[in-house]
């Protein structure tokens, strides 16, 4: 099972989810706080656990 990692920056906070050998695959945005920042990775979650793949 892979792992979101939240990351403080200077200008906030993003998350990486990261696969169980540890390779980072995907990176959020930055978000103004921490707060804003665990939202961002329940979206991720509640949004994306069957999302279809689309070439474009």
Known sequence: MG????R???KGCHFVL???NGEII???ETYSSK???KKGIE??????P???IVEE
Do not use: Q, R
């Not at 792992?3 to 939240?6: A, H, L, P």
């Open 35 to 37: 707060e804003a920042c």
């Open 18 to 20: 990261k696969a169980n």
């Open 26 to 28: 995907a990176t959020s």
């Open 8 to 10: 403080k920056t200077e």
């Open 43 to 48: 979206s991720v979650k509640k949004n994306a």
């Open 3 to 6: 792992k979101f990692v939240i």
């Open 50 to 52: 069957d999302a279809e």
